[in-house]
């Protein structure tokens, strides 16, 4: 069983920075791809960004030009930068691993909430 835990989430100004970590306990050797999703209050739960085992990285429009994913395989971790954040971006995050074989993992997920 693979357990994704994510830390980094808080309270921040418009236009501030926060970094989102998701670590990965368990075995992962069935996860083919790391990504961060987010649900406001109200809202449907949405794809931010996502990561492939080779790299590749796919954004949601809403946040291209601002956020970054990236990856550390050695730590099993996958994070998110967040910069110039809007009051928009308020949600709880989560971290999602996919497995190959269909469906995939969720953290508990982390609040980020961004004051204007």
């Known amino acids: 069983q693979v357990q994704p835990v994510e830390s980094g989430g808080g309270l921040v100004q418009a236009g501030g920075s926060l970094r989102l970590s998701c670590a990965a306990s368990?075995?992962?050797?069935?996860?083919?791809?790391m990504g961060w999703y987010r649900q406001a209050p109200g809202k449907q739960r949405e794809l931010v960004a996502v990561?492939?085992?080779?790299?590749?990285?796919s954004y949601a429009d809403s946040v291209k030009g601002r956020f970054t994913i990236s990856k550390d395989n050695a730590k099993n971790a996958v994070y998110l930068q967040m910069n110039s954040l809007k009051p928009e971006d308020t949600a709880v995050y989560y971290c999602?691993?996919?497995?190959?074989?269909?469906?995939?993992?969720w953290g508990q997920g982390t609040q980020v909430t961004v004051s204007s």
């Open positions: 999602h691993l996919y497995k190959d074989s269909g469906g995939g993992y």
């Open positions: 368990g075995s992962i050797f069935s996860i083919t791809a």
């Open positions: 990561i492939s085992s080779f790299g590749g990285t």
